[in-house]
Nanobody, 127 residues
Framework: QVQLVESGGGLVQPGGSLRLSCVVS????????IGWFRQAPGQEREGVSC????????YYADSVKGRFTISRDNAKNTVYLQMDSLKPEDTAVYYC????????????????????WGQGTQVTVSS
């Protein structure tokens, strides 16, 4: 079955940067669209970004637009989330997910559109 593993989280001061990675493995015949989500304690899981596979396209939540950049290396089956100018409100567990479709859905930010999830990686932004 499809598996996703996130890495790259950690503790960083406000204004700092981190790069998260999502490695996709399993019996895949195609490259899938990948979404990034985040969840703070007691909060709903919210969509952060999405990147399509066969059709070009990237999408961002308004809260991270201009600070975060999503990219992919299909040869390595890896999707990245570069996070710059980090703020305390970015603190959360970050997850990657896929619905095994090639294109980000119109409502890519809704978590009920995804069937497969990673275990998450903790990002803490604090002085």
């Amino acid at each position: 079955q499809v598996q996703l593993v996130e890495s790259g989280g950690g503790l960083v001061q406000p204004g700092g940067s981190l790069r998260l990675s999502c490695v996709v493995s399993g019996p895949t015949l195609n490259y899938y669209a990948i979404g990034w989500f985040r969840q703070a304690p007691g909060q709903e899981r919210e969509g952060v970004s999405c990147i399509s596979s066969s059709i070009s396209g990237t999408y961002y939540a308004d809260s991270v637009k201009g600070r975060f950049t999503i990219s992919r290396d299909n040869a390595k089956n890896t999707v990245y989330l570069q996070m710059d100018s980090l703020k305390p409100e970015d603190t959360a567990v970050y997850y990657c997910a896929t619905d095994k479709a090639a294109i980000c859905l119109t409502h890519w930010e809704r978590r009920d559109g995804y069937d497969y999830w990673g275990q998450g990686t903790q990002v803490t932004v604090s002085s």
